[in-house]
């Protein structure tokens, strides 16, 4: 079992909590019909010419003038007015965001300037005499887009502190079938040939031959030991961790006391064989990188190459090759009924609201940019999110099933919800316009390379016009 799954025994019930907290107003269709009036649906454009990547036009809600129309305070309001549980759910969900909002915890490390310039820096051909090893040590409750983030965390201290990097196991995420819930590889993950380029990658095998299976010593964030947020999540993880891999790692009695006590650690690291190090999704910490040293590693932290060829072909098809937008519809907000097992959903309606909501906005915004398909990225419970931008007539609307086809072969193969995770991510990096989530690590995933790129990506939660107070975006 993979112990990233293993870990994630104790997930809130948050779900039962939804149930009978509130009743939704609105009649669906209404609303529809009151939008429309309000935005002013204008027939589609026809095909023209496309404007440069840089010249989408983004216009915030402030800026298009309608945080003022009534009807949305009103349905706001009432809608609030029912769901305070449901509300509070939604908080917390936006706080255990999966780490993915960047918290900049640099550690007091000297930048290598002359290596963080370097356009390219090469693994050394290390004999086994000479590796130096760093195992991420990696344990919590989140989903896997949320470790695959971790790890290129740890690439970057890989190459400041020049060590082979102990290859991480991924796991699938809870709402996954159980035909399909397992450890997932690195090779399954990302194109290692590519990280190879630039790090020196090494398996769990390699490490337990050359470090007799021990963590010597790890290393802990200064920055969060005096205010004691390491001590829980690390005693929990040790012994899953401990069992998973099949090495020995310090027990929690080793953290150090003191912010310098930890910062001595770090500085001491070098004289160490087999170092450790302990990431905490939600407590990131960077080495400072120069932005040269960050693009080589995001060019170098790319999906395997059969996924990327699966979605090169979606972007010469899909829209008759013609530039396509995706969005990410995380439908987090009413992730939790699905633990729950039952059929009741209450929040799905006022999630219905905000979508009906999101796709005129997303009608709106195609229109304005001659854009004429859109790849609909979603967790497969999120399925309706696909009939509601259809009945909102927004134009050439895809979704998985729409490529699942004897058009395209490849993936008319992939069955495992992880792979399709990973094209469908894929497919968001490549389109023109993306349109994510503020803070779902899946979203940030899609988003890195493309900042790479300067290409734009929008957040639903800036970007739609009105949204039910219940629902998070983030
Ligand atoms: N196929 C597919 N799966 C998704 C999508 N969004 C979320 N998922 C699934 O839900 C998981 C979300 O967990 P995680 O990776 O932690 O990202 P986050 O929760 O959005 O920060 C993913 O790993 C997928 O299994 C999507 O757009 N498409
Ligand atoms: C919401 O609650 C407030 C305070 O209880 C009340 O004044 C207001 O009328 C309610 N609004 C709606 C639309 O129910
Ligand atoms: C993090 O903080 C360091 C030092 O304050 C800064 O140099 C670096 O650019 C920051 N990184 C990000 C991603 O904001
Ligand atoms: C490392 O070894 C490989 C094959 O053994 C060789 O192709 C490559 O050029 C070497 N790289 C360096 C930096 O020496
Ligand atoms: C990195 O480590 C290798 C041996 O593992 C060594 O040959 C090389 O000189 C080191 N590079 C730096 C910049 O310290
Ligand atoms: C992928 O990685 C796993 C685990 O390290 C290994 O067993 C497997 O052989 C690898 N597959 C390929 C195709 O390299
Ligand atoms: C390897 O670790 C075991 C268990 O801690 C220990 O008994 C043994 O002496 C170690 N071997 C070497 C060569 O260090
Ligand atoms: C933690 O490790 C220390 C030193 O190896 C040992 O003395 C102690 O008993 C361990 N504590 C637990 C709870 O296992
Ligand atoms: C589309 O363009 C119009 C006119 O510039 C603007 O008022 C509107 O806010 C834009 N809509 C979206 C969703 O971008
Ligand atoms: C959101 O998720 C819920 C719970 O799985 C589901 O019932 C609903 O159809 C989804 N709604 C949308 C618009 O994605
Ligand atoms: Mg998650």
């Given at each position: 079992m993979a112990v990233l799954r293993f870990c994630r025994?104790?997930?809130?019930?948050?779900a039962v909590l939804v149930f009978g907290a509130f009743v939704a107003y609105f009649e669906v269709d209404v609303l529809t019909e009151k939008l429309n009036e309000v935005f002013e649906l204008k027939p589609i454009a026809q095909h023209g010419d496309h404007r440069d990547v840089?010249?989408?036009e983004v216009t915030t809600n402030v800026e298009r003038g309608l945080e003022h129309v009534d009807i949305t305070k009103e349905l706001e309001e009432a809608i609030s007015n029912t769901t305070v549980a449901a509300k509070q759910i939604n908080d917390k969900t936006d706080t255990v965001s999966?780490?993915?909002?960047?918290?900049?915890?640099?550690?007091a490390v000297k930048i290598d300037e002359e290596n963080g310039k370097q356009s390219q820096i090469e693994p050394h051909n290390r004999t086994t005499s000479e590796k130096r090893y760093l195992f991420p040590l990696d344990c919590d409750n989140n989903g896997p887009s949320v470790h695959h983030l971790a790890f290129r965390e740890a690439m970057f201290f890989a190459i400041q502190l020049n060590r082979s990097l102990v290859e991480l196991n991924f796991g699938t995420h809870w709402t996954t079938d159980v035909e399909f819930r397992g450890p997932r590889y690195m090779n399954q993950t990302f194109d290692v040939d590519l990280m190879k380029e630039i790090i020196d990658l090494v398996t769990l095998d390699d490490f337990k031959k050359n470090c007799n299976s021990t963590i010597d010593k790890v290393l802990f964030n200064p920055k969060h030991i005096e205010d004691g947020a390491l001590v829980k999540p690390y005693a929990w993880g040790h012994g899953r961790l401990q069992d998973y891999y099949g090495i020995r790692i310090p027990n929690?009695?080793?953290?150090?006391?003191t912010n310098a006590e930890a910062q001595a650690m770090f500085d001491s690291?070098?004289?160490?064989?087999?170092l450790g190090l302990y990431i905490k999704p939600g407590l990131a910490w960077e080495v400072p990188r120069t932005e040269e040293r960050a693009k080589l590693v995001n060019l170098h932290f790319q999906k395997p190459v059969r996924i990327r060829k699966m979605a090169e072909d979606v972007t010469r098809k899909l829209c008759d090759g013609k530039p396509y937008m995706a969005v990410h519809w995380r439908n987090k907000s009413a992730e939790d009924c699905n633990r729950a097992?039952?059929?009741?959903?209450?929040?799905a309606k006022d999630v219905a609201l905000t979508a009906k909501s999101a796709a005129i906005d997303i009608r709106n915004f195609m229109q304005n940019n001659s854009l004429f398909c859109i790849y609909v990225a979603l967790p497969?419970?999120?399925?309706?999110m696909l009939t509601i931008l259809r009945d909102a007539k927004v134009p050439g609307v895809k979704g998985f099933d729409d490529i699942s086809t004897n058009q395209y072969p490849e993936i008319a193969k992939l069955k495992d919800p992880y792979e399709i995770s990973l094209l469908e991510q894929e497919i968001c990096t490549q389109s023109k316009a993306f349109l994510g989530t503020k803070f779902s690590a899946w979203t940030r995933m899609a988003r890195l390379y493309r900042d790479g790129l300067g290409k734009p990506t929008l957040t639903l939660n800036d970007f739609v016009t009105w949204k039910a107070s219940t629902v998070s975006l983030k």
């Open positions: 025994l104790s997930r809130f019930l948050y840089k010249d989408l999966d780490g993915a909002s960047a918290i900049n915890d640099s550690i929690d009695s080793y953290i150090p006391k690291s070098p004289s160490t064989r087999c097992k039952t059929k009741s959903c209450p929040i497969p419970y999120s399925k309706d």
